[in-house]
């Protein structure tokens, strides 16, 4: 009896551990890279499809590369957005002085050839160490060239598309394409993050 139980054991074991640990299952829309114990992070992509691995020794990761929608609205909430995939109005001063919160959307893909660099010299939380940080920088700056009048009205496309040239010109070289920069709000006043500094 105890025989039996320890074989079912040994073949249960085998199942979960080794037979699951050997197939990388990439669904659509993902890609999958590996991490080898002997040869770090490994360069080859993984498009979707099954995958074969060696257990114990290599850990797959997945990435999404469709399109990110890094929502900037008064209505994130960090604790409530598992993905931390936005962010709260960006506080900035235009050229005339005025104070504004920016709200909007900024449109984000990975470069499916580049997510190993990624992995390997970013981490998996790029969003808080790259993307967030440089969102906030870049609007701030580029609201500080502009009047008001210019940002909420007359010059928005121009506004934009000079964001997203800006943005581009941070994110490409790391691997992030910038699709495109929607504004939808403008405010004024501090928002939640300013109000705490």
């Given amino acids: ?5 320890l074989d079912k054991l040994m073949y249960s074991f085998v199942v979960e551990d080794v037979l699951k640990g050997v197939f990388i299952h990439v669904p659509p829309g993902y890609v999958a890279t590996v ?13 979707p499809g099954l995958h074969l691995k060696v257990p114990f020794w290599q ?4 990435f999404n590369t469709q399109t990110l929608e890094y929502s900037i609205s008064k209505n994130f909430d960090p604790e409530l957005n598992v993905r ?3 962010d709260e109005p960006v506080s900035a001063s235009t050229s005339d002085g005025k104070k504004i919160l920016i709200e909007g959307t900024v449109l984000l893909r990975l470069d499916i050839h580049q ?27 580029i ?3 502009h009047t008001y009048a210019d940002i909420a009205s007359s010059k928005r496309d121009e506004v934009e598309q000079e964001m997203k040239e800006e943005l581009e ?8 394409f910038v699709e495109n920069v929607l504004l939808s709000e403008l405010g004024g006043g501090k928002g939640k993050r300013e109000e705490e500094d």
Avoid: C, H
């Fill in 59 to 62: 850990r797959a990761k997945l």
């Fill in 35 to 47: 991490y080898d114990l002997g040869r770090g992070v490994l360069k080859k992509v993984l498009t």
């Fill in 1 to 5: 009896m105890a025989e039996e139980s």
């Fill in 84 to 86: 931390r995939l936005g």
């Fill in 169 to 176: 010109r941070i994110f490409y070289p790391r691997g992030i």
């Fill in 143 to 145: 609201a500080s060239r």
């Fill in 115 to 141: 997510i190993p660099a990624i992995w390997q010299n970013i981490g998996e939380d790029f969003v808080d160490k790259i993307v967030r940080p440089t969102i906030r920088s870049r609007f701030r700056l």
